[in-house]
């Protein structure tokens, strides 16, 4: 299971969706576009935003944590159709250790921040500028 979550981790981070975020981030540095605006690139509807420290800005994308995790167990039951057969149990604790991975994932080779929240949603972020 260690190897198919990192596959899969591998394939949701190639997404439309963080595509979408390296793209909106690249609009907003070009734009020079301020806090509270907000951009759409590819149906994906974003806000750009101060950063936690408040030194530059990043674009912030907020998504269902259910269409996250539909778009994760797709990935599993395309490296492996077993996943289908998977009981809630394995299926819990399969997308909690996919969370683990894909965080540190995206952050490392897409310069996208990801945490869970805020409610029933994921939020990711990229940094536009400092």
């Known amino acids: 299971m260690l190897d198919l979550r990192g596959r899969a981790v591998q394939l949701a ?16 540095r070009a734009g020079r576009l301020a806090p509270e605006s907000s951009i759409e690139v590819g149906g994906f509807k ?17 998504e269902s944590q259910k269409r996250m995790e539909d778009l994760a167990l797709e990935k599993a039951l395309s490296l492996d159709e077993g996943a289908e057969a998977w009981s809630e ?14 965080g540190p994932y995206l952050q490392r080779w897409k310069q996208i921040r990801m945490r869970l929240g805020p409610g029933e949603n994921s939020t990711f972020e990229m940094q536009v500028s400092r």
Do not use: T
């Open 13 to 28: 981070a190639r997404e439309e969706i963080f595509q979408a975020i390296a793209q909106g981030a690249l609009k907003a």
């Open 46 to 62: 974003m806000m750009v935003v101060e950063d936690e420290n408040g030194e530059g800005c990043a674009v912030q994308l907020i």
């Open 89 to 102: 149990h394995d299926r819990r604790v399969w997308l909690e250790g996919f969370w683990r991975e894909l």
